[in-house]
């Protein structure tokens, strides 16, 4: 991974339906490129070439994937110069705030055969509905799986030493930012740890915690408190002054599955399935939620009602998966009839357009 990308996704498909936290992401930014244009028309592959120009020029960049192909990008920073393209279409539309001073659109169904594309009209509008079917059939079956997962968590949540919890947590805040303070507004990125995607759970811990001098594992079950020791440490970085990046769950958004705060270098992240990680470095330290707060011998004392509900939650996430994936699939199909009615020559002009655009504001 090159040391001066970050990677990270801003969008999600949830047991809430499609979740957007690019607002935050796209704030502060003196100049917005919204891409517009139907699937395949390059708007991936126009921000990707951008990236690696200013990235190989040494700026830092973040690229922001899309949850429903990993391998795509929804959007490009380019820190230092303020800039940033985006994929505008749906289900990520961004309102623009300022359009023509901050924001502007580009056009990518300049460089298609409109004539072309009228021909496969049918196709395209059947296509298309399989895809928004496929995407609902997922986001149905991850709420199901979500209530599932509300019933796991309750059987430790009824196991639960709440005292010792937020003895836990004080403890951890008193250590993690020992009376330090500055004197501003906190800048809060939020953003999701992973995402369901076709290929199931994908996230980028190592790239976002690389160079890092701490980092916290914290380990335990559903229903443990993770998330409710990161939100108070991420309240307390805020109340401080400290710029966070706060991932959210990209099963449940309103869960908190890591907090990052890169000016005191640490990460502090929920660190079991289906982001699994274990201490690699000398200054990695493991907080074993389980072992400190739950009573003992609640894995053994519900040994076969976590087996039922363990059982029934990974059904349903299988099967929400398999739906990401029929959605994958019929959009490549959608794809491949809008890229061959494209003329890829027109999209490199106005690639070369944004970025000479770009070059103006390195001066």
């Known amino acids: 991974m090159t040391k001066n990308i970050l990677h990270y996704f801003a969008g999600g498909n949830t047991a809430h339906g499609f979740h957007n936290l690019f607002e935050s992401n796209l704030q502060g930014l003196d100049r917005l490129f919204i891409l517009k244009g139907g699937p395949g028309t390059g708007k991936s592959t126009l921000m990707k070439k951008v990236a690696t ?10 690229m922001v994937h899309c949850s429903s ?64 079917t496929s995407f609902q059939n997922a986001y149905n079956t991850f709420e199901k799986a979500l209530i599932v997962h509300d019933q796991w968590e309750k059987i430790y949540i009824g196991n639960m030493d709440f005292t ?66 990161l939100k108070k440490i991420a309240a307390m ?70 087996q039922i509900v363990s059982s029934k939650y990974k059904s349903y996430m299988k099967e929400g998966t398999a739906y990401l994936a029929k959605a994958k699939s019929v959009h490549d199909e959608l794809e491949a009839i809008y890229m061959k009615a494209m003329d890829f020559s027109i999209i490199e002009q106005i690639r070369k357009d944004i970025e000479d655009k770009i070059a103006e504001l390195e001066h």
């Open 53 to 62: 120009k200013w990235s190989e020029k040494g700026f830092h960049i973040e």
């Open 69 to 132: 192909d990993p391998d795509s990008l929804d959007a490009v920073v380019i820190k230092e110069l303020k800039v940033g393209i985006v994929d505008g279409t749906s289900p990520h539309v961004v309102e623009p705030k300022a359009p023509g001073a901050i924001e502007e659109y580009v056009n990518l169904g300049v460089a298609w055969d409109s004539k072309q594309l009228s021909e496969q009209k049918e196709l395209i509008l059947t296509l298309t509905h399989q895809i928004s």
């Open 164 to 229: 010792k919890a937020n003895q836990l947590t004080e403890k951890l805040m008193k250590k993690l930012f020992d009376n330090r303070k500055v004197d501003r507004k906190a800048d809060i990125k939020h953003r999701f740890l992973g995402a369901a995607t076709p290929k199931g759970a994908v996230d980028f811990l190592p790239n976002i915690t690389e160079g890092l001098t701490k980092r916290y594992f914290i380990k335990g079950r559903a229903g443990s408190g993770k998330s409710t020791m």
């Open 237 to 306: 970085g805020e109340e401080k002054g400290f710029d966070l990046e706060m991932y959210h769950c990209g099963f449940d958004p309103h869960s908190i599955d890591m907090v990052v705060v890169r000016e005191l270098g640490f990460a502090i992240f929920d660190s079991t399935a289906p982001h699994e990680y274990f201490p690699e470095k000398e200054t990695d330290e493991m907080i074993d939620m389980y072992a400190q707060t739950i009573v003992p011998g609640t894995d053994e004392k519900y040994a076969d009602e976590i």
